[in-house]
């Protein structure tokens, strides 16, 4: 069954460094998205990328925040400056189709920012 | 997007059917109701869509009464790895991108 990977599994970072998250979709996909979930809290969405472009962003999005799509496989969430409350898990989805419908996550990438 | 509520813990034995309720009064005329499963340190997983009366997949069942102002997720004689937390979602389709989470019901299931 084709699946969402992402790396690295774990990143610590110190304050006010920039990381960069990777995410390889699922081949057909179109759709791309990222949450994160801080540590006990609900799942919150991010950002969603089509075309090259963001489709639709969160308030927490802000400017320390950018995507891309570099090479046309990977979809990259880049992390200015990070700070304390960066702190958290953050999954990357993709759909073949935008939709309120089934997202398949990947396994996340544990962000410690020290 | 509708609020959705559901409880916040449910605990079950394995074997036994286990019913997951979720409250959504002011669900739209277009929403679809959605359910998701996380388990700990991982993604949520997609499990069950609909929009009326009743879904049925390999997984799990979804009951949708005629209001649509509530819904319920059966899932089949649980296991422990069934141990997780489950989200109802309700939203449009085709009209946004984004999945809006809420706190979940995390369902124990013990031997």
């Known amino acids: 069954e084709p699946e969402v990977t992402q790396t690295p599994s774990h990143q610590v970072t110190q304050m006010g460094q920039e990381v960069i998250l990777r995410c390889v979709p699922i081949?057909?996909?179109?759709?791309f998205y990222w949450y994160r979930q801080i540590l006990g809290q609900k799942v919150e969405f991010l950002v969603s990328?089509?075309?090259?472009?963001?489709?639709?962003k969160s308030e927490i999005f802000d400017d320390q925040f950018s995507v891309e799509r570099p090479d046309g496989s990977n979809f990259t969430l880049k992390i200015r400056s990070t700070k304390l409350e960066d702190s958290a898990m953050y999954f990357c989805?993709?759909?073949?189709?935008?939709?309120?419908?089934?997202?398949?996550f990947g396994p996340g990438t544990r962000l410690t920012v020290l | 997007l509708a609020k959705t509520t559901q409880p916040i813990s449910m605990d079950s034995y394995e074997g036994q059917e286990v019913n997951i309720t979720c409250s959504h009064n002011?669900?739209?005329?277009?929403?679809?109701i959605t359910w998701y499963q996380q388990f700990p340190s991982q993604g949520p997983r997609f499990i069950i869509q609909?929009?009326?009366t009743k879904v049925t997949n390999e997984v799990a069942s979804l009951f949708i009464p005629a209001d649509r102002k509530s819904s319920t997720l059966s899932l089949p004689r649980v296991s422990l790895s069934d141990t997780a937390v489950y989200y109802c979602?309700?939203?449009?389709?085709?009209?946004?991108?984004?999945?809006?989470f809420g706190t979940g019901t995390r369902l124990q299931v013990f031997p």
């Open positions: 979602l309700v939203g449009v389709g085709g009209n946004t991108d984004k999945l809006i």
């Open positions: 989805a993709t759909s073949s189709v935008r939709s309120y419908n089934e997202q398949f």
């Open positions: 081949s057909n996909h179109l759709y």
């Open positions: 990328f089509y075309n090259n472009e963001i489709s639709e």
């Open positions: 002011n669900i739209a005329t277009n929403d679809y």
């Open positions: 609909g929009y009326k």
